[in-house]
């Protein structure tokens, strides 16, 4: 049984930072096919990052420069560093394999989900 377990969520300042980390078990696919989407109150799912097959690295446009993904194939654990944290940051952090594309409500999209780690910012 796939499962995915985040954890790192908080409450911070803008401009802080946070480190999400989320641990795969029972996988029977790549790591690597796992990404990190986010929903805030009232909005829908938003794909946040993720890492193609073929090596591409893909940030949605409100993260970039601050945001970083990360894999550790060997602890079967992937990150996502956040930086310069800003209020429209705040959501719900999901790691998943999932569709790309944003829209409707995180875990209930097709695909494995983990439970979501919350992140607050605070301005």
């Known amino acids: 049984e796939v499962r995915l377990v985040e954890s790192g969520g908080g409450s911070v300042q803008a401009g802080g930072s946070l480190r999400l980390s989320c641990t795969a078990s029972?996988?029977?696919?790549?790591?690597?096919?796992i990404g990190w989407y986010r929903q805030a109150p009232g909005k829908e799912c938003e794909l946040v990052s993720t890492?193609?097959?073929?090596?591409?690295?893909y940030y949605t446009d409100a993260v970039k420069e601050r945001f970083t993904v990360a894999l550790d194939k060997a602890k079967s654990v992937m990150y996502l560093v956040m930086t310069n944290l800003e209020f429209g940051d705040t959501a719900m952090y999901y790691c998943?394999?999932?569709?790309w594309g944003n829209g409707g409500d995180c875990p209930h999209r097709l695909g494995e989900w983990g439970q979501g780690t919350q992140v607050t910012v605070s301005s």
């Open positions: 029972g996988l029977t696919f790549d790591l690597s096919e």
């Open positions: 998943a394999r999932s569709s």
């Open positions: 890492i193609r097959n073929d090596g591409y690295i």
